[in-house]
């Protein structure tokens, strides 16, 4: 957790915390105060207590309250629309299904559209074997249009994803979705910097 963002989920504990980075020594009881205190009345206690106990379970005392700080500061549903995958080296990568990384861009007014294409071998006319995506993001002031690609032999994730099964039955699908997000992420880095569609992310 960073010192700007440990700021905003603090409210229990003396400056010193947010000041040195240093994780707080909370009680769980503690923790879902925090939590509650960065939500307001948005999401009641009770919630906070289940989310932590079930979606939220794996995650350290900093970790959940970063990803509660990441979904109320982006406006989304941290029960149905986010994901949270804590990473091992202690930090935390928000996952959000395509359509809510769309949305998010959306909501800045300057989202024009997109354009996704699978990529396939040369020689392969028939397209039975995707090699990769493309995808373009075109903006409102930017005259070109924002362009990323993914290829299947980097991100096949079909051994190691939380979306494994997914990948393995339709990996063309899954790479279109990888290659959008990347795109959206570069045409619109404040909106989504740190923010990942699922089929990114490893446990």
């Excluded at 989202?111 to 996704?116: D, L, M, S």
Aim: contains cysteine.
């Amino acid at each position: 957790m960073s010192a700007s963002e440990f700021r905003t989920a603090k409210t229990l504990y003396d400056e010193r915390h947010a000041d040195t980075g240093l994780a707080p020594k909370a009680t769980p009881d503690e923790v879902i105060q925090l939590a509650s205190q960065v939500t307001g009345p948005s999401i009641p206690i009770s919630q906070i207590q289940v989310m932590r106990r079930t979606i939220c379970a794996r995650l350290s005392a900093d970790q959940f309250l970063l990803y509660v700080t990441r979904c109320v500061r982006k406006g989304v549903d941290p029960f149905e629309q986010a994901y949270a995958f804590p990473q091992q080296d202690g930090g935390l990568a928000m996952g959000l299904k395509i359509d809510g990384m769309r949305d998010l861009a959306m909501r800045t007014g300057l989202y024009v559209g997109r354009k996704v294409e699978t990529l396939f071998a040369p020689g392969d006319t028939d397209h039975q074997h995707p090699i990769g995506a493309r995808c373009e993001i075109r903006r409102k002031g930017v005259e070109e249009p924002i362009v990323e690609e993914a290829y299947l032999s980097e991100y096949d994730a079909s051994q190691w994803s939380p979306t494994a099964v997914i990948w393995k039955r339709m990996p063309e699908t899954m790479i279109r979705k990888v290659a959008e997000s990347k795109a959206l992420r570069a045409a619109f880095p404040d909106a989504l910097a740190g923010v990942y569609e699922p089929a990114e992310l490893t446990e």
